[in-house]
């Protein structure tokens, strides 16, 4: 685990205007910076910047966090590697508490060897895309598939040239040891202990369209290549290396990371093409397994992007066994709030072919109509069974046991446990106390992808607490109640800091007075603040998700995104009603007793010209609009 107070460090360090900047064009905007949200489709700038608290906010879906939380829910970044990703650039050396120094040596010694590795390829890439350039067959071949130099550019296609050594003229060394180990380069003998002088080398990629994959970083960690001709195989991959294993990357994440958000989910095709073709054709959000069965790995990728995803497989038997696999992967991570479908196409199609024989709508309907997962796994289990027959249901419901046992707890799992029942004929108790007392094979654990992309301060499972705050607002019929002055006092504090310096003496007495949980949230800043002066939102809520002598409730009230537009007005409005309220208090109290004596007439009236100079003041403050 990581130690809060490295966190608290790393985000003091890192400028999340320069972390964003990086992806997203932002303009200066009075103290804050403007532009267009990378988490959803807009054309007028509502993602806001803020220096001074070092955070985002999106006024137009809600995203909103720190340095991390951009990092996590922008690239898919799990925790862990955003904070390493801040702390490579920030020059810092994450500790790792539980690790040894021989460990410690060793992993320091694992990045540079796959850092040596992304930079070897990431020049062959260079290489090969510039060959493409030059190759007019090659790009005959492109321009014949329907591709544009636009496509190809933004998916880093290049061409491996006929050959047999064609990266030696890359390479100063034809026989360094990274060309064998990144893939390129394969060595004939060394497998059989031959002397190196005996063992020949040549390119592993020749006369084929190069297909770049890389991280959801953007890092080049291996090639597709795919013959132009006729050959075998049609297409080739990278072998597994330190940086590349089929089993967890997925082809086009990193480009698609904008489409997803755009088009809203995921779609799961089976290769290279089918990715850049459907990007080329109005779908950006594809992705392609690299010649391997969907996994786990694979959708919990996915869902760090999007909650719906769907699976798109040929009509053929082929087709129908990968959906099978993909179903078991997904299983496991079917929660009530995600969804997963299943597409299926006519035999004689793949989604490119489709696509240009009935047009984009015709597959944005097909999408739509897609098999959802409940029917799926009612299909699935009820292959070679004849239900018709005691014997085939009771197979049916053999075969089902286990997909039903990898769904995560929910109403989703209760209902497919009824439409069980239903289809084999058998009912709902029956049939919960027959699986209670089978013996079966231990469940499988359920995945839990809670430090997947999100900072500690996240409070539920696989969504980013934004994307719940947004449904929650959006939800019809709901209402929010409105925030007490309290709340919006504390709020802003914990956002801006620096503000406590300019309230007054009886300003701060009276926030100290406010009872639970704001007066001890309020107790908590003052004390941060002498100790280490105005921090920007992003460290205070590490050192306060660190800090357990403060209150559960008074922690879960200080949150200093939850009024991202505020601004010093704001917080002298709430303080006014907070004031108001305690002298229309005292003066009820001085008017209940006898008011008979001078010095009694004196202060009642010195309230009451209070109380007036307080209303105008918040009239003219009320004029602009409220930070909600």
């Known amino acids: 685990m990581i130690p809060h107070g490295f966190i608290q460090d790393l985000l003091s360090r890192t400028d999340v205007v320069e972390v964003v900047g990086r992806h997203v064009e932002l303009k200066k905007a009075g103290i804050n910076f403007k532009g267009l949200c990378p988490f959803h489709g807009e054309k007028t700038p509502s993602f806001i910047v803020s220096p001074s608290r070092q955070t985002y906010h999106c006024f137009g879906c809600g995203a909103h966090g720190d340095a991390l939380r951009f990092l996590t829910e922008h690239h898919g970044l799990s925790f862990i590697e955003a904070v390493k990703d801040l702390a490579q650039s920030a020059g810092m050396v994450v500790p790792e508490d539980d690790a040894s120094p021989a460990e410690r040596a060793m992993a320091a010694q694992q990045r540079e060897r796959e850092s040596s590795l992304s930079e070897v390829l990431s020049r062959a890439c260079d290489h090969y895309r510039r060959q493409l350039k030059g190759s007019p067959r090659a790009i005959d071949y492109l321009k014949r598939r329907g591709l544009t130099g636009e496509i190809a550019l933004r998916y880093g296609l290049g061409y491996a040239p006929e050959g047999w050594r064609g990266l030696a003229s890359v390479f100063p060394r034809y026989d360094d040891p990274l060309l064998a180990e990144s893939g390129l380069v394969i060595v004939q003998g060394a497998d059989e202990g031959k002397p190196e002088a005996e063992q020949k080398r040549y390119d592993r990629f020749r006369d084929r369209i190069m297909f770049p994959i890389r991280n959801v970083k953007g890092d080049v960690i291996g090639f597709g290549g795919r013959v132009l001709d006729q050959g075998e195989p049609k297409y080739l991959n990278s072998p597994e290396t330190p940086v590349f294993h089929k089993g967890r990357e997925l082809y086009g994440l990193f480009e698609a990371r904008t489409g997803l958000r755009q088009k809203g989910y995921a779609l799961v095709t089976e290769g290279y093409m089918d990715v850049v073709a459907l990007a080329q054709l109005g779908f950006p959000n594809a992705v392609a397994t690299l010649g391997t069965a969907c996994t786990d790995d694979h959708v919990s990728k996915l869902l760090r ?44 199609h793949d989604p490119d072919s489709y696509i240009r024989a009935h047009g984009a709508e015709a597959f944005e309907a097909q999408v739509r109509s897609a098999v959802p997962l409940s029917r799926q796994l009612l299909e699935h289990a009820a292959i070679d069974c004849d239900l018709a027959t005691a014997e085939g249901r009771a197979r049916m419901l053999a075969q089902a046991r286990p997909l039903w046992n990898a769904l995560p ?56 607490r934004w994307r719940r705050e947004a449904a929650a607002r959006a939800a019809p019929g709901r209402r929010v109640a409105p925030r007490s002055p309290e709340d919006r006092a504390v709020q802003m504090l914990f956002g801006e800091p620096a503000w406590w310096d300019r309230l007054d003496p009886p300003e701060h007495h009276l926030l100290h007075e406010l009872p639970a949980p704001h007066g001890p949230a309020i107790a908590w800043l003052e004390r941060d603040l002498a100790e280490h002066g ?62 008979s004596s001078p010095e009694q007439i004196a202060r009642y009236r010195a309230l009451s010209e209070e109380r007036r100079v307080l209303r105008e003041r918040q009239r003219e403050l009320s004029q602009r609009a409220p930070a909600e």
């Open 534 to 595: 105005p921090r920007p939102w992003a460290v205070l809520r590490q050192a306060l998700a660190a800090d357990d002598s403060l209150p559960a409730d008074s922690r879960s009230l200080a949150d200093g995104d939850a009024l991202p537009d505020a601004c010093f007005e704001d917080l002298a409005a709430a303080l006014g009603l907070l004031r108001l309220r305690e002298l229309d208090a005292a003066l009820d109290r001085l008017a209940a007793s006898d008011i």
């Open 305 to 348: 992007f999007t909650e719906q995803v769907v699976f798109s497989f040929d009509g053929d038997a082929a087709g129908r066994r990968a959906a099978g696999r993909a179903l078991e992967a997904a299983l496991p991570y079917a929660s009530d709030t995600r969804s997963f479908r299943f597409l299926f196409l006519p035999p004689e």
């Open 409 to 464: 707890e929910g109403s989703l799992r209760l209902q497919l446990l009824s439409e069980l029942a239903r289809a084999g004929g058998v009912p709902v108790p029956e049939l919960t106390g027959l699986w209670q007392s089978q013996s079966t094979r231990e469940r499988p654990p359920r995945r839990d992808d809670e430090g997947d992309g999100r900072s500690p301060s996240d409070d539920a499972p696989g969504r980013p």
